[in-house]
C-alpha cells in the first residue's frame, strides 16, 4: 500500500467515525428518542460491563489443573451475591477481591 493511500484510509475511517459519532450529538438535539428506545438503551451499561468481565472470570479457569476449583468464579459470584444484597459498590469491590485473593492463595496450598 502507498503511502497516500495509507493517509487516505486514515483520514476516512477517523472522519467516519468522528460523523458516526457526532451524529448522537447532533441529532439529540432536534428530535427525542422514542421511549421503547431509551427502555431499550438502559440496558446497554450493564451488557457492556458484562462483556468486559465475563472473559476475565471463565478464560483463566479453563487452563487450571482442577477446573471444578476456580477461585474467579467463585469469587465472581460472592461478589455478585454481595452486589446483591448490600447494593454497594465499594462493599462488592472489597469483598468480591478480597475472596478471590484468599481464594487464589488457598489454590497455592493445594
Do not use: D
Request: hydrophobic share 60%; glycine share 6%; aromatic share 14%.
Amino acid at each position: 500500500m502507498s503511502l497516500p493511500t495509507l493517509w487516505f484510509v486514515i483520514l476516512a475511517g477517523s472522519l467516519g467515525t468522528f460523523l458516526a459519532r457526532y451524529s448522537f450529538f447532533w441529532l439529540s438535539g432536534r428530535k427525542a428518542l422514542p421511549e421503547e428506545w431509551i427502555r431499550i438503551l438502559r440496558f446497554v451499561p450493564p451488557a457492556v460491563l458484562a462483556a468486559l468481565i465475563v472473559p476475565g472470570v471463565i478464560a483463566p479457569g479453563l487452563e487450571t489443573e482442577n477446573p471444578l476449583f476456580n477461585p474467579r468464579i467463585i469469587a465472581a459470584l460472592i461478589a455478585i451475591t454481595i452486589a446483591w444484597k448490600s447494593k454497594n459498590v465499594m462493599a462488592t469491590f472489597a469483598f468480591g477481591m478480597g475472596a478471590l485473593w484468599l481464594l487464589q492463595y488457598v489454590e497455592t496450598l493445594l
